[in-house]
DNA sequence: CTGCATCCGCTTCGATACTG
DNA sequence: CAGTATCGAAGCGGATGCAG
């Protein structure tokens, strides 16, 4: 890409970052390293020899570190640096302000619930568990739903519709990436009538509680 | 710009502001409002009809807004509505991500304290002064330096030196934008030596405490 | 199958010139 | 001052080919 050539430090990450692809490329390594052909999936419409000189680039900016598997599987895995990985913040901020748009325009891209899986592990990644669940719980947004197992050792994230959740938490997408990016709290998105909490109180409670565990409100500064 | 045609916060949020200078115009635009050639002035390099074109695409997306000015002035303003100011969440994440690639790479684009003048607007923008100063500080990143001239009625910024200031601050691109977005506290970055404050105790504590009005740091949470 | 490289038509960008 | 017009260059998207 061509720079902008300017002494600041927004022009100089747009100089790196800014390309086509590349964040949504970042985007999928922050779930988990990725194969070549696991990004492809993962970025519809990305033609390869793009995504080739794109990894390249984000390889030199030492955003992406390319790892050969051992022999049992010759093949090579794409991962974030820890730069990379410091990405995350922009891509909240990023996903925070973009979810409103999904409600506007809620139905003309191809559906699937894979953008609401990844927002759930990104989320719940690190959170502590002990002491709550075992529970199920189901998020719907529109037409995506996914479903969360919460046990002693972690939550576990899938597409799949679970057959009896103990809760269904309904939301738009802005307040369901609200909610999983630590911008609002349960209580004050039920507050708004921005979210919705079906079963019974005690589930609903430790849900409560594991979402409070991700996070702080966004940063209240000015700048 | 072609869209990514994914159903995800992100995609869709970088259909509308992941073209081209898109991200720029709007840096821009977070100090105040601005004419055509006041930005142009601002993003060396871009065409006219670039401008023209983003700031059209801009104003489709309700992130601009131009509004022509009565008619002693015959001219139009362009600003931000609330949802092109909510970008500077985006952006201060992608500053403090950018801001060591400036330390790095110290010195090939065209260097001014522009830059720097626009942290510290936004920074002190709403930052309540009330018992503070009056007192001057100068601002020192690599060859760029501001002025600070902290008075009960706010901060006022300079890019020209100040004669006698009471604080100089010297700190790499890093720290510097870190502690003008409230990531990391005055004392926090002394104690790291990432930042000098030379001058008087009295008037480096009232720094201090101008400084962490800024905000709180960045959400610890992991998404 | 995975991980590219090459070719080609199309879109976007950048530089400059020009106009109300 | 605030854009519009033009045109070559660069970047993108899709198809195809191919080695390991």
């Known amino acids: 890409m061509r720079s902008y050539a300017q002494f600041c430090p927004i022009a100089r990450?747009?100089?790196?970052?800014?390309?086509?692809?590349?964040?949504?490329?970042?985007?999928e390594l922050l779930i988990h390293p990725a194969r070549f052909t696991d990004l492809r999936r993962g970025l519809p419409g990305i033609a390869s020899n793009l995504l080739t000189e794109r990894l390249r680039t984000l390889e030199e900016a030492v955003i992406v570190e390319r790892t050969e598997l051992p022999p049992p599987a010759a093949s090579a895995v794409y991962q974030l640096t820890e730069r990379g990985f410091a990405l995350r913040h922009v891509l909240r901020e990023v996903a925070r302000w973009g979810a409103p748009l999904l409600d506007e325009r809620p139905?003309?891209?191809?559906?699937?619930?894979?953008?609401?899986?990844?927002f759930a592990t990104m989320a719940f990644r690190d959170v502590p568990t002990a002491e709550l669940g075992p529970l199920s719980a189901s998020i719907r947004v529109g037409p995506s739903a996914i479903s969360l197992f919460v046990a002693a050792n972690g939550v576990s994230i899938s597409a799949q519709p679970a057959a009896n959740p103990n809760v269904v938490i309904t939301a738009d997408?802005?307040?369901?990436?609200?909610?999983?990016?630590?911008?609002?709290?349960?209580?004050?998105?039920?507050?708004?009538?921005a979210a919705r909490f079906d079963g019974p109180g005690g589930a609903v409670a430790q849900l409560d509680a594991l979402l409070a565990r991700i996070g702080a409100p966004p940063t209240p500064n000015p700048s």
Chains 1, 2 share one sequence.
């Open 13 to 27: 990450a747009l100089d790196v970052i800014g390309e086509r692809w590349a964040l949504l490329i970042v985007r």
């Open 107 to 118: 139905n003309d891209d191809a559906v699937d619930s894979h953008w609401l899986v990844r």
């Open 173 to 193: 997408a802005e307040h369901a990436v609200a909610l999983l990016t630590g911008a609002i709290s349960p209580a004050n998105a039920r507050a708004q009538a």
